[in-house]
Each structure stands twice: as C-alpha cells, then as structure tokens.
C-alpha cells in the first residue's frame, strides 16, 4: 500500500521560501505516476499547483509558475516544493498526492511574522 | 484562466438523489474526476475519467459527461455522503485546474 507523507516547517515568514517534501513509501517514485502538490487555504477550495514525472518533466499552475519548483529525489524516493516570496495568502494546508491513486495527510504551512 | 465551475451547495433528504454539476470549455475533450472531502480530511477519488468508480467506492455514486458538463449523480444519498465535492480537470494545454468544490447537505 503506497503511503506519502508531507513534512516540512508549519510556520514560514513573508517573502520567504515554503519548502515541502512528500516521502513515497511502499512503492517506486518512479512507477508510471505524476506525482502533485495540491493546497488547501482555511475553509477554501482546493488548488492544484503543480505536479512532476520521475524523469523530472514538470506542470505547473501558471498563476503560481514564476515562484514555484518541484523536483524529485530518486534516491530518496521522494519529491519536493519549494514556493519563494509567500505572503500570508500562501497560508494553507498543503497535500502532496498520486492524484488518481494517493494522497498524502495534508501539512497545514503558516505564514506570518 | 481555464475555470471550473460548481454549484456552491446541494441540499437533498436521505434517499433522494444528489447532482452536482461541473462546467468547463475544455469537458469536451477533457476527463473529468471527482473528489469527496470531509472536514479535516485529505480528498478521495469517488469518480475518474468521467463515469468510472474506483473499488470501494459505493454503486450509488455515478458519473457523465455531455458537452461542456461533467455531473456526479449520488443516487439514494446518505447522511454519509454530506461533504465537499470537487471536480477536477486539465485544459488544453494539460493544466489542472479544480472546480470551487460543492458542499452537499443530506438531512
């Protein structure tokens, strides 16, 4: 059963950078999956941002692209985001997911000073 | 933009059936996929590729697409099935974008 879990700092500073990582376990990052960020702000809807290939193909939300890069750690097995000069509408919880398939906790990610 | 759009709400009794619509530009050439979400909880796949469900998923929910609308039939509601609903979808270019998310009451 292929489990992700998101971990990364909960509070983050303006015009700081979020950095989250999803560690797949139970599976090969590197089966036929895209593998996403999806956030989430308190009582919104939700988001996709962005999603990345094991070869390192990427999408990204266009609203979003000019400050956020997913990558992958083969070795690891996991993936990562990293979304620059956030401001308090950044402030969500944050999923990582095999959209059809798996889907991480969630990580609720804060920004303010 | 490409958007998806969804009804805010949908309030059925227990019994009854539920839809929820999503609109998009792109439908037509596009699956659609649906989530169910409740409160505190990471979204469950209900629906994919329009009209397909995944094993677990019970036979009340359906799926169809006809032209630019996407809909998730929940027949026979029950008072588990109040959530958010969202749709989810790409545009032409392979984006993906989520529709506003519905909240389905069942009382």
């Known amino acids: 059963q292929v489990q992700l879990q998101e971990s990364g700092p909960g509070l983050v500073k303006p015009s700081g950078t979020l950095s989250l990582t999803c560690a797949v376990s139970?599976?090969?990052?590197?089966?036929?999956?895209?593998w996403s960020w999806v956030r989430q702000p308190p009582g919104k809807g939700l988001e996709w941002i962005g999603e990345?290939?094991?070869?390192?193909?990427?999408n990204y939300n266009p609203s979003l692209k000019s400050r956020v890069i997913i990558s992958v750690d083969k070795s690891k097995n996991q993936f990562s985001l990293k979304l620059s000069s956030v401001t308090a509408a950044d402030t969500a919880v944050y999923f990582c997911?095999?959209?059809?398939?798996?889907w991480g906790q969630g990580t609720l990610v804060t920004v303010s000073s | 933009s490409y958007e998806l759009t969804q009804p805010p709400s949908v309030s059925v009794s227990p019994g009854q059936t539920a839809r929820i619509t999503c609109s998009g530009d792109?439908?037509?050439?596009?699956?659609a996929y649906w989530y169910q979400q409740k409160s505190g909880q990471a979204p469950v796949l209900v629906i994919y590729?329009?009209?397909k469900r995944p094993s677990g998923i019970p036979e009340r929910f359906s799926g169809s697409r006809s032209g630019t609308m996407a809909t998730l039939t929940i027949s026979g509601a029950q008072v588990e099935d109040e959530a958010d609903y969202y749709c989810?979808?790409?545009?032409?270019?392979?984006?993906?974008?989520f529709g506003g998310g519905t909240k389905l009451t069942v009382l």
């Open positions: 989810y979808s790409t545009d032409s270019s392979g984006m993906g974008v």
């Open positions: 997911a095999s959209l059809f398939d798996y």
């Open positions: 590729e329009d009209s």
């Open positions: 139970g599976g090969s990052i590197t089966s036929s999956n895209w």
């Open positions: 990345i290939y094991h070869s390192g193909s990427t």
């Open positions: 792109a439908l037509p050439k596009k699956y």
